[in-house]
């Protein structure tokens, strides 16, 4: 036998492995002849159809390994793009370049197809990656300008699909916004659409695209303009449209789109409650999953003393905050000396933050600091000295994304320029040299969560070395953010980034270009002393966008922590990443060892099951609104050694629930436990599954917390 032969016929060979051998072997999931790419990790399969010599590149077959699958048509375009307004997709010539065996530092293991287009002006490769016993093609662009001019390019659909007529687009769920809003019909994307699931409730299957595009420039669409399904960056025609000048014999890639083929689910959930928090925590690269230790109990002053703080009262804050057992002190606005120059004001802090940072320190916490991380003030030193790196709007003139009118002396900063290098000296200085562990950078960067006409968004500027134009300007700026972030993280490994909603660009959003970048995001600015409403508002947006999205990365804002009913407070926040504003100092003798009590339980709690990197729905309980029971479950389903449990009554007319719990190991006990360590129940994982422990709660508005552990 020729030799040539040989890794052909092994990869026939694994084609017709039992699902998960090939994973467990360790072996590529990709093999290709000169006219077929076939990729399979046991679990899924897809199919592409390579020229030969000149021909088209079609995704052929998509569908799980076992069982039927009736989403797609048998040929596919793959992909679509423009570059100068031609219009280049799998469907064109294309001449085959080379193939060859790709892999990531995630366990991801895959094929990279190099073409190059009938005009000879493209050179395209196209970058497929599995992963072990997931359902999971993840996949890339890169596009490389062939000929001596640059080139504009836009309008990219990194996956294109057409879907099978009538039944796909009738009966389909449209699961849009983290997959939790359901729709029929037509569907275009927003910037909040990181996650999007199609699912066919009489055929039991479904597709889970997950876009990995950043901010206000990720597209994902459902039978918009045809029966597609497509998902990448905004086109030309966008609010925020995406473009890249590509220089003569540079290359561009684009962000990755996953998606995922399922059968045999009668719910979307199941699948969002499963593979999808698998993948995004093991494979993905998320900055939370690297993290040594996740914060379980954060303290921020921004309610009810905004920037109106001192020395004097920051420590007062601190010890209060020490003794109700906060993890990490967060200092917000008002530090400063000005927006842009961020030096220390001196008449509030005579001796500096260091010691500040020291004192927060020796009481046990890790100290946290607010900065907007685009802005400075008209009056600033760096704005005086350097105009150039500032935004520019429509007109010419210098511009504030964030917001009109109170606060119009701040101006924005343009990242495509020497701002980056700027910011990022005096964020190491604050991390480096005065100790600081969480920053909370803040204010917009590319677009703004208050103001609406997208005019208002970008740089307009012509002489800003990242950016040719306003339209390039927004991704540019958003990479050079990534690239802040990264180095800040390469400086100090451990150091927690908390990427606001407004330095997103959007009104509570949060996607996966984030959390490879930053480790939480501060999504929200609820109402203090609400009641109940509060708690509502903090397990809604939890809901939301969790599991598409990890729980520990919602940074929900901002219960008090002397509001009537604060224990709700914690309870709910337990759900996403607890914490708390308000004034400590006001608490009683008796309330901050509450507080303690809650503070130590949920630390415990973290070393012994590491829930804070697990969320689940919890079965039977559904969006929380107000007249229902909701609740959820952070069960380590790595280790399936148990978690924790949160039940809530929101004004529900009945005041006994009972709770299931789901992922745990059938045969095995488990205990379910109070937080003051009594026994509720103790079941198998199947009973806990199927029968479950009773919940009562004898108030209307009122919330419980359990722990569930192996035996």
């Not at 004001?345 to 001796?351: G, Q, S, T, V």
């Not at 704005?383 to 429509?394: A, I």
């Not at 991704?475 to 407004?502: G, R, V």
Request: aromatic share 12%; glycine share 8%; with cysteine.
């Amino acid at each position: 036998m020729k030799k040539a032969l040989l890794p052909f016929l092994l990869s026939i060979f694994l084609l017709h492995l039992a699902p998960g051998v090939a994973a467990q072997a360790g072996l590529p999931f990709a093999k290709w002849t000169s006219s077929e790419l076939v990729l399979n990790n046991g679990v899924v399969q897809r199919a592409v159809q390579l020229p030969a010599t000149e021909g088209s590149f079609l995704t052929t077959l998509y569908k799980p390994v076992t069982g039927d699958f009736k989403y797609f048509e048998k040929t596919n375009s793959d992909f679509e793009f423009e570059v100068n307004n031609t219009v280049y997709d799998g469907s064109n010539s294309w001449r085959l370049v080379a193939i060859q065996r790709i892999t990531d530092a995630r366990q991801g293991d895959g094929a990279a197809v190099t073409l190059q287009s009938q005009d000879k002006k493209i050179e395209l490769t196209v970058r497929f990656l599995l992963y072990p016993q997931l359902p999971v093609i993840r996949k890339s662009l890169v596009v490389k300008n062939l000929t001596n001019k640059d080139v504009a390019l836009e309008s990219v659909d990194i996956e294109k699909f057409k879907t099978t007529p009538y039944y796909a687009s009738t009966f389909s769920w449209v699961c849009n916004d983290y997959g939790r809003r359901r729709s029929l019909g037509p569907y275009e994307g927003s910037p909040q659409d990181a996650l999007v699931i199609l699912h066919n409730m009489d055929w039991e299957a479904g597709i889970v695209i997950g876009n990995e595009a950043t901010g206000v420039l990720k597209r994902t669409s459902t039978f918009w303009n045809a029966a597609e399904i497509s998902a990448g960056l905004t086109h030309k025609n966008a609010r925020f449209p995406f473009r890249k000048w590509i220089k003569p014999g540079e290359s561009f890639e684009t962000p990755q789109v996953f998606t995922m083929v399922y059968n045999n689910h009668k719910e979307p959930n199941e699948i969002l409650n499963t593979a999808v928090p698998d993948f995004i925590r093991k494979h993905m690269g998320i900055r939370l999953s690297g993290l040594k230790e996740k914060p379980t109990f954060v303290y921020n002053t921004w309610e009810p003393f905004a920037d109106k703080i001192d020395e004097k009262l920051i420590k007062q804050l601190a010890k209060a905050a020490a003794d109700a057992g906060m993890k990490e002190f967060v200092i917000d606005d008002g530090w400063q000396d000005s927006y842009g120059d961020w030096g220390i004001d001196k008449k509030k802090f005579p001796n500096g933050l260091k010691p500040v940072f020291e004192y927060i320190k020796s009481l046990g916490m890790k100290p946290g600091l607010w900065i907007s991380v685009g802005s400075a003030s008209s009056k600033s030193k760096v704005y005086r000295e350097h105009p150039e790196w500032f935004v520019r709007d429509k007109k010419g003139k210098f511009a504030n994304l964030q917001l009109e009118g109170d606060v119009a002396d701040v101006q924005s900063a343009c990242f495509s320029t020497g701002w980056k290098d700027y910011i990022k000296n005096i964020l190491l200085k604050l991390s480096l040299e005065y100790g600081l562990e969480y920053m909370k950078l803040d204010f917009a960067v590319v677009s703004s969560a208050y103001r609406f006409n997208p005019e208002y968004s970008g740089c307009y500027a012509q002489n800003h070395l990242l950016h040719k134009d306003h339209h390039e300007s927004m991704y540019a700026n958003y990479e050079q953010m990534w690239k802040l972030f990264d180095e800040l993280h390469t400086s100090k490994p451990n150091l927690f980034i908390d990427c606001t909603f407004e330095a997103m660009g959007g009104l509570q959003l949060i996607d996966y270009a984030m959390l490879k970048h930053a480790e939480g995001n501060w999504l929200s600015n609820f109402a203090g002393d609400a009641g109940p409403k509060t708690d509502l508002r903090v397990r809604n947006m939890a809901w939301w966008r969790s599991p598409a999205i990890p729980a520990t990365a919602l940074v929900i804002g901002n219960p008090q922590m002397q509001d009537n009913g604060w224990e709700t407070h914690i309870q709910s926040l337990a759900g996403a990443l607890p914490i708390m504003l308000g004034d400590p100092r006001k608490l009683s003798g008796g309330d901050l060892k509450k507080y303690r009590g809650y503070a130590d339980w949920l630390q415990a709690m973290q070393q012994k099951h590491d829930f804070m990197s697990f969320r689940q729905d919890l079965a039977g309980f559904g969006e929380p609104a107000e007249g229902r029971w909701d609740g959820f479950q952070r069960i380590n389903v790595d280790t399936r050694k148990g978690g924790i449990v949160g039940v809530f009554r929101q004004g529900a007319t009945e005041a006994n629930r009972t709770v299931t719990v789901q992922y745990l190991e059938p045969a095995q006990r488990y205990q379910v436990r109070t937080m003051d360590g009594k026994v509720v129940a103790t079941l198998t994982g199947q009973d806990l599954k199927t029968a479950g422990f009773s919940v009562n709660l004898s108030e209307v508005y009122s919330g419980a917390l359990f722990e569930i552990s192996a035996n």
